[in-house]
């Protein structure tokens, strides 16, 4: 297997609005993640994934950009990036930053001119027709929205103020590109790119197909990976990533196992890594993401071992369990209450001993958890303000009901601040939150569990200087064992002349495991989320407590 940096390393994802404050004015900025940087290094993180601080007027907490070479004024300055950029490496860590290039604000200079007439030289920056499809928007609506200067449409799969650019467009290409390369000769060590590959559209743009008549529907299947995605992101590498050392990660909600292939196969030139969607919607019902569904745990063992297998020795995978756009994990995946700190290690665990490049969440590592606002006019999401202006005030869901939806899987879940300490706003800011902290600071805080060596902070630790220390982690071959056990996810994995057996138990109950021939049968413990576990792997039946997890090496 071709060994890369990236591949070794542990990301770690700042939402730069949510993560320190150093000013007093409600807002993380760029000041503050520079304050907080001996905190990463000492947790023991490689890269630093900062979501955007580009020029913004927020209308999607910066993914509508307005200058894709200017800092947001609320985060800071040039300078104030530069010097991040300094301290970050100076900590023998990286900096990789957003790209979003799907779609702008609405107050970029390019579609500020564009809108201006039909024969501006920028018209043709974005997506304008006479006629609109049916197609919705992923905020709700239509994903046209009608423009009284020139009486055309334009495109916005997402907010109507993120106009969609058109990629057909050689000349807007080559700014992008150039922009691209201006950030990497300042010294950045990659992208994650925000929705990729929605990028290319279906020529002619259809209408999608309507049985049930409805007002607007779904088009993904003519913009997710359209027809020239691979010809744009060939192109992209042989003009801009090929140039640089770097790590390039896309955003492809809609990407399957065998698209993932070919975006991620190194002799293609593409990306190295994809993130994935599949797993993030197990949860949900056949109404999308707000339908609520428990999680089977048979899906998720289906669907993580169709992603390790089928990319094994071909591509790379990302792993993840939350983001900026994702609920608190351990709120959705684990027991927030009575077993937070078991099923959050259990959680780490499970996913950290995966083959692929980890993604740690701000505020995950000490085990944050999801938060219930009282009112509709505690959230900012415009995702969740959209919904639920769409099915309540407009529609006939109850409230009840649909807050429940967005207590479970809001975006805001991830948003709230960072708890730093047990201080008022959780060490956040001195001055007044854009966003309510969550109440469980007092309990749940960085200083606090940087005090506590059993804490979940001292666990990652822990887990990331094993990755370090243990090729197999990294590099080994998944597989899946005993697949049909309702409570514990196990599988194994194998590297040269060694193997690591993974038990993990996702359920509240004790659980029972049987040691087959064929797996490892003997070794020793090296790592556990639980105190007196049985050091060596001699007994044939193993009990899991609740969120018990334990890796074994032999």
Do not use: C
Not at 299 to 316: E, R
Not at 364 to 371: A, D, F, H, S
Not at 429 to 453: F, L, M, R
């Amino acid at each position: 297997m071709n060994k890369q940096w990236w591949k070794e390393s542990v990301v770690y994802q700042v939402y730069p609005r949510s993560f320190h404050d150093s000013n007093g004015d409600g807002i993380g900025d760029i000041k503050g993640i520079t304050q907080k940087l001996d905190y990463l290094k000492n947790l023991g993180i490689d890269v630093i994934w900062l979501s955007p601080v580009y020029k913004s007027p927020n209308d999607d907490n910066g993914y509508d950009i307005s200058d894709y070479q200017a800092i947001m004024d609320e985060f800071g300055t040039m300078a104030d990036w530069e010097e991040l950029l300094k301290e970050v490496h100076n900590r023998d860590m990286k900096l990789i930053m957003d790209l979003v290039v799907n779609h702008s604000s609405d107050e970029h200079a390019w579609f500020m001119e564009s809108r201006k007439s039909t024969d501006n030289p920028y018209r043709d920056y974005y997506i304008w027709r006479k006629e609109p499809n049916n197609w919705e928007s992923t905020f709700s609506g239509s994903a046209w929205q009608y423009d009284e200067q020139t009486g055309e449409y334009f495109l916005h799969i997402f907010s109507k103020k993120q106009p969609d650019l058109n990629w057909e467009n050689e000349t807007l290409r080559n700014e992008i590109y150039s922009m691209m390369n201006w950030w990497l000769e300042k010294g950045i060590d990659g992208f994650r790119m925000d929705v990729i590959n929605f990028i290319s559209k279906a020529p002619g743009l259809p209408d999608a197909p309507n049985p049930e008549g409805k007002k607007y529907v779904g088009g993904g299947q003519y913009y997710i990976n359209g027809p020239r995605i691979h010809d744009y992101l060939q192109e992209m590498n042989q003009k801009v990533l090929s140039s640089y050392d770097i790590l390039t990660v896309g955003e492809m909600p809609g990407a399957s196992v065998e698209d993932a292939k070919l975006y991620t196969d190194p002799s293609r030139n593409e990306l190295n890594m994809v993130f994935t969607f599949e797993h993030m919607d197990l949860d949900s019902g056949p109404n999308g993401k707000w339908d609520l569904k428990p999680l089977e745990l048979k899906d998720l063992k289906d669907n993580i071992t169709k992603w390790q297998t089928g990319l094994h020795g071909v591509g790379w995978n990302s792993l993840y369990m939350n983001n900026h756009d994702q609920p608190r994990m351990v709120s959705r995946f684990g027991d927030d209450k009575e077993y937070r700190v078991e099923s959050a290690k259990m959680l780490a665990t499970f996913l950290h001993m995966l083959q692929g490049t980890p993604y740690v969440y701000q505020g995950e590592e000490i085990g944050m958890t999801n938060v219930r606002f009282d009112s509709i006019d505690d959230y900012k999401d415009i995702e969740i303000l959209n919904m639920y202006k769409e099915k309540v005030l407009e529609g006939s869901e109850p409230h009840e009901s649909v807050m429940e939806s967005i207590y479970v899987k809001g975006r805001d879940n991830a948003r709230t601040p960072m708890q730093w300490n047990a201080s008022d706003n959780a060490g956040f800011t001195t001055g007044k939150p854009w966003i309510k902290v969550n109440p469980n600071y007092s309990d749940i805080n960085a200083e606090q569990a940087v005090q506590d060596t059993n804490s979940i902070y001292h666990y990652y630790r822990k887990l990331i200087q094993l990755r370090k220390s243990n090729p197999i982690i990294v590099y080994g071959e998944y597989k899946l064992i005993d697949d049909a056990n309702e409570q514990v996810y196990a599988y194994t994995r194998a590297y040269e002349d060694q193997k690591l057996l993974v038990l993990t138990n996702f359920s509240r109950e004790v659980a029972e495991f049987q040691i087959r021939d064929n797996e490892l049968t003997t070794g020793t413990l090296l790592i556990g989320n639980y105190e007196d576990v049985e050091e060596n792997l001699e007994s044939a039946t193993i009990k899991l407590r609740p969120y018990e997890a334990r890796v074994y090496i032999g």
